[in-house]
């Protein structure tokens, strides 16, 4: 059985540790949503488009900058966590092979 220490933190206790005051609404929308995507391996690319309009590598440079700017009023595992993931992310991304044009 895991300590509390050892097991990872579900959705609802990140989505606890995110404090909205001081958090411009826009930032909050989007550390929030990826807050709930953690458990998924993140966001699929249309949902970011078609939730922010943005492409992949712009949502992962805004949420850098977010977690950045807000990272007092961010719990630091949640704000390792979500850096973390952009990492991943933007290794993913990095990895994928690109779609040939018709």
């Not at 826009?26 to 550390?31: I, P």
């Not at 590598?57 to 966590?81: F, G, K, M």
Request: glycine share 4%.
């Amino acid at each position: 059985m895991a300590t509390t220490a050892q097991r990872k933190p579900n959705t609802r206790e990140l989505a606890a540790v995110l404090r909205p005051h001081g958090i411009a609404r826009e930032d909050h929308e989007l550390l929030t949503f990826t807050v709930s995507w953690l458990p998924y391996g993140g966001p699929p690319s249309d949902e970011l488009l078609v939730r922010f309009g943005l492409t992949r590598e712009r949502y992962l440079s805004r949420l850098r900058r977010a977690v950045a700017e807000y990272r007092r009023q961010i719990h630091p595992t949640t704000a390792a966590r979500l850096l973390e993931v952009c990492d991943s992310w933007k290794h993913q991304a990095s990895q994928a092979v690109p779609h040939s044009a018709h």
